[in-house]
C-alpha cells in the first residue's frame, strides 16, 4: 500500500538580507505541481543558485520547513523524492549552517511564494533591490527593519 502525496500548484520565494536587513537580492518562482516538501526544496535550490549567481554566498540559510532544515543538517532520512536536489544543495553551498525559522519570521518569502504562483509564464523573478519587490513584500521588509513582531491569525 502506498502513501497519497497531494501535489498542487506551488510557488517558491526567498530573499537575502544583510545585518542591517536590507534586501540585497531576492526571488519569486513559479514551481508547477509539487508536494510541499518538493516545492520546499526546489525553492531553497533556486535561491541558492540566485544569490550565487549575484555574486553571494549566504553564511545562514533559514527556512520555516522544520522537516526541510532536518534533511539539510543530516538529522533524519531524506526522501528519495528529493534526493537529487537536497545534495544540490549540499554541493552548491558546502559549510552554510542552515536553520528552522517560524512562519512568522518568514512572511516576506511566502508573500513571495505567492507572488510565484501567480505568474506561471515567467518561470523565475529576480528583485535586485527592495524598492523592486511588489508592495505587500515592501512593506513587510520594512516592519521587520522597524523590529515590528509578525502576528499570525489563526481561523478557528
Keep these: 500500500m502506498g502513501v497519497l502525496r497531494e501535489t498542487r500548484v506551488s510557488g517558491g520565494g526567498g530573499l537575502l538580507r544583510d545585518s542591517a536587513g536590507q534586501v ?11 508536494t510541499s516538501l518538493h516545492a520546499e526544496v526546489l525553492a531553497m535550490v ?7 549567481g549575484k555574486g553571494f ?8 520547513s522544520k522537516l ?15 534526493r537529487r536536489e537536497v545534495v ?34 515567467d518561470q523565475l523573478r529576480v528583485y ?13 521588509c520594512r516592519l521587520n527593519r522597524l523590529g515590528v513582531p509578525s502576528v499570525r491569525r489563526v481561523r478557528v
Excluded at 24 to 34: C, D, I, P, T
Excluded at 46 to 52: D, E, F, P, R
Excluded at 57 to 64: A, F, I, K
Aim: glycine share 6%.
Design 46 to 52: 533556486k535561491g541558492v543558485q540566485v544569490c550565487l
Design 88 to 121: 544540490q544543495i549540499w554541493h552548491l553551498v558546502e559549510g552554510v549552517q542552515f536553520e528552522h525559522c517560524y512562519r512568522e519570521a518568514n512572511k516576506v518569502a511566502d508573500i513571495l511564494s505567492n507572488v510565484g504562483v501567480s505568474h506561471p509564464q
Design 24 to 34: 540585497l537580492v531576492a526571488f519569486s518562482a513559479y514551481l508547477g505541481e509539487a
Design 57 to 64: 554566498l549566504p553564511r545562514v540559510v533559514q527556512s520555516d
Design 128 to 140: 535586485s533591490a527592495e524598492q523592486a519587490l511588489p508592495l505587500v513584500a515592501q512593506g513587510e
Design 68 to 82: 526541510l532544515i532536518d534533511i539539510l543538517q543530516r538529522r533524519c532520512l531524506c526522501p528519495w523524492s528529493v
